[in-house]
């Protein structure tokens, strides 16, 4: 009686503990599963940005002979309509706000108060990497010129979860060159709700996703913060993991039963 008392002890220590322990390390490689796959969805979200802002054509429209047409179509409705930003912006050298178009219109630049703060630290980054670079020369070999320079943020905008990033404009073969130390810098934002969060629930099997400023966790729920380069977040993705076993105990649960009648 004892040892048969002794196994019952063992046997439901072993289905308490070990389903548990399986949830919970399942749970963990979806986290980080979520964390590094939101790190390069960032670097995609940044490289959408490169071809129309290293380029020649945005040099010379944007920084030797500034084209607001130019500026509307390759900048504001090509970021907003093609790429799927929120909204798109011309910083001049002064880091003042040129042009910018939010969802469908232009707007004035006065709109760039709500990002100005947010997307200080970004600016502060390309324009430091910008002076660290130095001057600009055409290759005599025809080689392009220049790497990307960019800098992004996640930042809460007007209480929504953004990815902020800031990009250089710099010439790809150096036909049109800067006419000062500083080039203008595009800026671009995407928040992380609606397409975004579909997408990116998609392509990780994520069930009932949300994202939101960063509050306590909620529990039963996975959540990775999402921030870049180390930064403290912001904001924090939370879902409904897999729970392998659990579901394995419900499958094994009713013939272990038979077992003991």
């Known amino acids: 009686v004892g040892i048969s008392l002794l196994f019952l002890v063992l046997v439901a220590a072993f289905l308490v503990y070990w389903p548990s322990s399986m949830d919970k390390a399942s749970r963990l490689r979806e986290e980080s599963l979520v964390t590094n796959g939101f790190t390069a969805r960032v670097a995609e979200l940044e490289a959408q940005v490169v071809p129309n802002a290293d380029w020649d054509d945005a040099v010379q ?27 798109a912006w011309v910083l001049d050298p002064s880091n003042r706000p040129v042009y910018g178009r939010v969802g469908g219109k232009d707007v004035e630049p006065g709109g760039f108060a709500g990002l100005d703060a947010a997307t200080r630290g970004v600016v502060e980054k390309v324009r430091h990497a910008e002076a660290a670079r130095g001057p600009l020369r055409p290759s005599d070999a025809g080689d392009v010129i220049s790497k990307p320079i960019q800098a992004s943020t996640v930042a809460l905008v007007d209480g929504a979860p953004s990815v902020l990033t800031a990009t250089l404009v710099q010439p790809d073969f150096g036909k049109a060159l800067p006419p000062g130390d500083r080039a203008p810098i595009v800026l671009t934002e995407r928040k992380l709700g609606g397409e975004f969060l579909d997408a990116f629930s998609n392509r990780y099997l994520l069930t009932g996703a949300t994202v939101a400023a960063v509050s306590a966790p ?34 094994i649960l009713p013939p272990l039963a038979g077992l003991f009648r």
């Open 218 to 251: 909620k529990p039963g729920m996975a959540q990775a913060g999402l921030s870049v380069g180390g930064e403290p977040a912001v904001a924090v993705m939370r879902w409904t993991p897999h729970t392998p076993g659990r579901e394995l105990l419900k499958r």
């Open 61 to 87: 429209n944007l920084a030797v002979a500034w084209s607001i047409d130019w500026a509307r179509d390759n900048i504001g409705v090509y970021f907003i309509q093609t790429a799927h930003f929120d909204s």
